[in-house]
């Protein structure tokens, strides 16, 4: 079934199963944007009826239950402002609403008992505020015009007066203690050759699904936690960390290029590695391969690691 079609039977369920609720309402969609990991924070309110289109851009510490909460609160305060008899909010922010259905605020936000007391006060002057759930990036037009709204915040959105939860900000704060912590202490070869800081993980780019035998093998080679003696001896898991061979230390660079039992089982994998990388040393070629990893150098991994008999 097409995109097109999917978008087309989308709408048509929503306008189906929502009809008696909003035909009389005035519709806000509301919608929130993270992008590039902390660069872009962007918030948007759409309303058909008001042909109102709004584009706030963030702080790039706000978290993105915040930024859909932001836009929520918005959406309710024009709502007030126009006097509005009825207002229905769509938003695909499910965790939004259920913080604000409870009685608890288990992250200390701000911004939760603000929407509360927005509601309070709407309810005070005849606007009656509802809120409908949907999924995301459905083909529900108006879900898709905030989204778009969201995006284009990035160039083109206004900076309100808007302070950053404090639970945002701790959450900024821990991220990057940890992030120090592994960079000095635990991987340095990972975070010098390999990480790329990105909200996807790196098999999200591939243009083909990989199974995910693959997925997990090449997150332990990155990572250098993977299933042989030298890295499981690091771990306590086994006593020798030598290789059957003789060699005292069984790593991945050992048994690709220099262990005389496996020699001829990984001298595909060897070529491959070195015509992707073909300077530098065997760790600097073997880490950039690794990072971003080819179709040919997946397939030849997981082949080595049959030959090996060992599920790297």
């Known amino acids: ?35 590039d990991h902390n660069l872009c924070v962007d918030a948007s309110v759409f309303s058909p009826q008001l042909h109102a289109e709004l584009m706030h851009k963030l702080s790039p510490y706000t978290s993105i239950l915040s930024t859909e909460a932001y836009a929520i609160y918005t959406a309710i305060t024009i709502a007030i402002d126009l006097k509005l008899s009825d207002a229905t909010i769509i938003t695909d922010s499910l965790s939004v609403l259920e913080t604000v259905k409870n009685h608890h605020n288990p992250k200390n936000n701000y911004l939760i008992p603000l929407i509360k007391s927005v509601l309070e006060e709407a309810g005070r002057n005849g606007t009656s505020v509802k809120f409908i759930w949907i999924p995301s990036h459905r083909g529900i037009e108006g879900n898709e015009k905030a989204d778009q709204l969201a995006k284009r915040a990035i160039r083109c959105g206004i900076e309100p007066n808007f ?45 083909t699904k990989i199974s995910r035998e693959i997925v997990v093998m090449i997150n332990r080679l990155r990572s250098n936690h993977y299933n042989l003696n030298h890295s499981l001896h690091r771990k306590n898991l086994v006593d020798d960390p030598s290789c059957s061979c003789g060699s005292p230390q069984q790593d991945i660079l050992h048994m690709i290029y220099e262990c005389p039992l496996f020699k001829d089982g990984a001298r595909f994998l060897r070529r491959a590695i070195d015509r992707a990388s073909p ?10 391969v690794i990072a971003e990893p080819s179709a040919l150098l997946r397939r030849l991994i997981l082949s080595f690691s049959k030959i090996c008999c060992r599920h790297f």
């Open 279 to 288: 300077s530098g040393d065997r760790i600097s070629k073997f880490t950039h």
């Open 163 to 207: 302070k950053v939860p404090y639970s945002d900000l701790c959450a900024v704060i821990k991220e990057k203690n940890i992030y120090t912590r592994w960079r000095i202490l635990k991987v340095p070869i990972f975070f010098t050759n390999i990480f790329n800081r990105s909200d996807k993980p790196w098999y999200f780019r591939l243009k």
């Open 1 to 35: 079934m097409s995109n097109s079609l999917l978008s087309a039977c989308a709408q048509a369920q929503f306008d189906h199963e929502f009809r008696q609720l909003t035909e009389d309402s005035t519709l806000f969609y509301t919608d929130g944007s993270k992008v």
